[in-house]
């Protein structure tokens, strides 16, 4: 696989995690029957329970644990002055050319400078058309009338839903400054290359918090964020081998922002960006302050009712994108026996428990003298507390090896000795050790299992 970065020590490469992805119900391909869709993916049931499993994490993290942040969840659909203000109508463009001869297409920034200079098709020495400035959000119509009056864009990021609504959660929620608003939702952008699987598609989700400070405060709070942000990564579990810190130069800062440092994660095709902390001035505020005539500006009750424009520090983590992440993170190939054969190998996703989209499986060693009927019941007992799978069909190494693959923490084993003893084989995915446990401190000891949960490699 040409795009396997050298620096990769994982054996994942992007056809193993999207052949995967696809083979057990992570990911699919949008409209496949018809030939599929470029730039959108459809989330199997792995892939959705993996989704939300780390959309409720970040909420957790982001919301739940701090006493200064609240929710919400903006339409997609905006005023279009929104975009006016934001800035994107003007700014949000990548540089395009097209091949006369071959019709490819390019982001100008991703083609080397020579081919511009002689205007040569980088593909098949063509001509290439001059750049022009392609605008990267979707545009569409509402209404029966198509026409200037009626243009609406669907959204290319969820941030601008939060900063109109500054002043409705002021005032609802008795916010004072420094405070934060949380949004998770989708966003649409048309990307001119659609490339890696779900790492840069046209439909998308993001998770951003915005937080709204004062003026002075703002060098402090985005140091703050930084470490946060990356603290979230280590707690999930994630190899932090694979994550750094990209602080943008000046020709790569958005017009916006006053800092701006990307976390970036060492995918298989090397280091891209996951998330953005961004230190965007009162940019945001000031200008939909200009463009709406409101006054967003915040009295300061605690500093003698100052009036001024927060500034705000955000923090914008792609989920899908996340997705991708901890697939790559998860994936490992382990030699378990020695027989010179495939079985050697297990395929095993190592995601943390709170993430993993199965987190018991209950499996009875025989389907006959009424092991099928008590594993079923322990699944019943364990289904309101955890998301359990329960599979009975085939050799139990087998069985283990399905589960492994699809990265759940543990299997509870339902053999003969269950019967009369009332306890059952709880396995561990990674170290793949066992232990017996008695039935009534099972979910019980599962809890605490995850909680004291340490990745192993
Ligand atoms: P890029 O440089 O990769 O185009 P960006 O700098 O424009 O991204 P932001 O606008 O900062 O990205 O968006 C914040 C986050 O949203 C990104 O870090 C990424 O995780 C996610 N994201 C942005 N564009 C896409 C996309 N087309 N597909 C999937 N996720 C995306």
């Known amino acids: 696989m040409t795009e396997t970065s050298d620096e990769y020590k994982n054996p994942a490469t992007m056809e193993k995690i999207t052949s995967l992805a696809k083979r057990r119900g992570f990911v699919f391909q949008s409209s496949e029957i018809y030939g599929g869709q470029n730039g959108a993916w459809d989330y199997g049931p792995l892939g959705v329970e993996l989704k939300n499993r780390i959309a409720r994490v970040w909420w957790k993290e982001m919301t739940q644990l701090h006493d200064n942040i609240v929710g919400i969840d903006a339409a997609i659909l905006m005023h279009p002055r929104t975009w006016e203000a934001s800035g994107h109508v003007e700014n949000f463009t990548d540089p395009l050319v097209d091949c006369k001869k071959c019709k490819a297409r390019f982001r100008a920034d991703q083609i080397p400078e020579e081919n511009l200079r002689v205007k040569k098709c980088p593909e098949c020495g063509g001509e290439l058309t001059d750049t022009r400035k392609f605008n990267l959000m979707f545009k569409t119509h509402i209404g029966a009338i198509e026409g200037e009056a009626n243009v609406i864009y669907l959204r290319p990021e969820t941030a601008q839903g939060i900063y109109v609504n500054y002043k409705n959660i002021i005032q609802s929620n008795r916010m004072k400054i420094p405070f934060g608003i949380a949004q998770i939702g989708k966003a649409f952008r048309n990307e001119i290359v659609t490339k890696n699987f779900i790492f840069r598609t046209c439909e998308f989700e993001q998770m951003e918090m915005q937080f709204f400070v004062k003026p002075d405060s703002d060098v402090e709070w985005f140091n703050t964020w930084k470490e946060r942000r990356w603290a979230y990564y280590e707690k999930l579990g994630i190899n932090m081998d694979h994550l750094r810190w990209h602080q943008h130069g000046p020709d790569e800062l958005a017009h916006y922002a006053k800092d701006a440092y990307d976390i970036e994660y060492l995918f298989p095709m090397g280091w891209k960006e996951l998330e953005g902390v961004h230190n965007r ?21 605690d500093d003698g009712n100052k009036k001024y424009t927060p500034f705000i520090i955000e923090t914008s983590a792609g989920l899908t994108r996340s997705v991708l992440m901890t697939l790559c993170d998860a994936y490992d190939e382990e030699k378990v026996a020695d027989k010179g054969n495939d079985d050697d190998w297990r395929v095993v996703m190592r995601f943390h ?11 009875p060693l025989m389907k006959k003298d009424g092991l099928a009927e008590l594993a079923s019941e322990i699944r019943d007992e364990l289904k309101e507390d955890f998301p359990t799978d329960y599979d009975q069909s085939g050799a139990i190494g087998r069985r283990y090896r399905r589960q492994d693959e699809a990265g759940t923490p543990f299997c509870v084993t339902v053999d003969y000795d269950s019967k009369e003893k009332n306890d059952l084989t709880l396995r561990f995915r990674d170290s793949m050790e066992q232990v017996r446990v008695p039935r009534a401190e099972l ?14 490699k």
Do not use: C, F, M, W
């Not at 001035?281 to 300061?300: A, E, F, P, T, V």
């Open 353 to 363: 428990p709170s993430l993993a989209p199965v987190t018991v499986a209950v499996l």
């Open 443 to 456: 979910a019980e000891r599962i809890r605490q299992e995850i909680k004291k949960y340490r990745r192993l």
């Open 281 to 301: 001035s009162n940019y945001d505020l000031s200008r939909h302050q200009q463009y709406s005539g409101k006054d967003l500006q915040y009295i300061d009750q």
